[in-house]
């Protein structure tokens, strides 16, 4: 049974544009959620997280949204760039264990 | 800092042929972790460690052994290799709730 699902799995953008990314989970009882972002024959590198008492968390370019009566969460990229095309995860933690989504390929056309 | 590195980068193996994965990190965390990676699945939890001499099972653990004899290192073992086996596998380490990954091993099992 999928707790975390990510629904899309690609988006393609302009460059410029605000790319969205989303993700839906099950489990009421975690403590952060986790973007990650995955180029190429690379391992996952760690992007920005959110803890479950907030419902925004930005950094740069990068804001997640969290809506926990939807249970639902949201990265948003602005303004997206030919570079951050790559594969994004959200993982959802709890005690010391990620589960992760099945992954969205972002593509940013230039 | 090398951060956390895999041995080897690729291999094949023949079915019901033995191998060992070797994870290691230079950031003395105390949790490390074993995933592999499928098409449209995201990554799995094989299994992960909580401290020098102790691990536990993850989400997919039939088929791997593990072993964490000293803290900086985590090996994931294949005892007679299947087809189903074949995947990129991914180790990570870290503390809190973020984990830092390898580059990968990709194996395939013909």
């Known amino acids: 049974d999928q707790q975390v699902k990510q629904n899309s799995p690609s988006l393609s953008v302009q460059e410029g544009r605000i790319s969205i990314l989303n993700c839906d989970y099950t489990?009421?009882?975690?403590?952060?959620f986790l973007w990650y972002k995955k180029y190429p024959a690379e391992g996952p590198t760690f992007l920005i997280s959110?803890?479950?008492?907030?419902d925004k968390n930005e950094d740069g370019r990068f804001t997640v949204f969290l809506n926990k009566s939807a249970k639902h969460l949201s990265l948003h990229i602005v303004p997206s760039q030919p570079g951050d095309s790559a594969v994004y995860f959200c993982?959802?933690?709890?005690?010391?264990?990620?589960?992760f989504g099945e992954g969205t390929q972002l593509t940013v056309n230039p | 800092n090398a951060g956390v590195t895999q041995t080897p980068k690729f291999r094949v193996l023949k079915t019901g042929q033995s191998m060992t994965l070797l994870c290691a990190q230079d950031?003395?965390?105390?949790?490390m972790y074993w995933y592999r990676q499928d098409p449209g699945m995201g990554l799995r939890l094989i299994h992960y460690?909580?401290?020098?001499?102790?691990?536990a099972k993850g989400e997919v653990p039939d088929g791997y052994n593990v072993s964490r004899l000293k803290k900086q290192n985590f090996l994931l073992g294949l005892e007679s290799a299947a087809p189903s086996q074949t995947s990129v596998y991914f180790c990570?380490?870290?503390?809190?709730?973020?984990?830092?990954f390898g580059p990968g091993t990709r194996l395939t099992v013909t």
């Open positions: 959110i803890s479950s008492i907030k």
């Open positions: 950031m003395n965390h105390e949790y």
């Open positions: 993982a959802e933690t709890s005690g010391s264990r990620l589960t």
């Open positions: 990570a380490s870290g503390r809190d709730a973020v984990q830092y």
């Open positions: 460690s909580v401290g020098e001499g102790t691990t």
């Open positions: 489990n009421s009882m975690f403590d952060y």
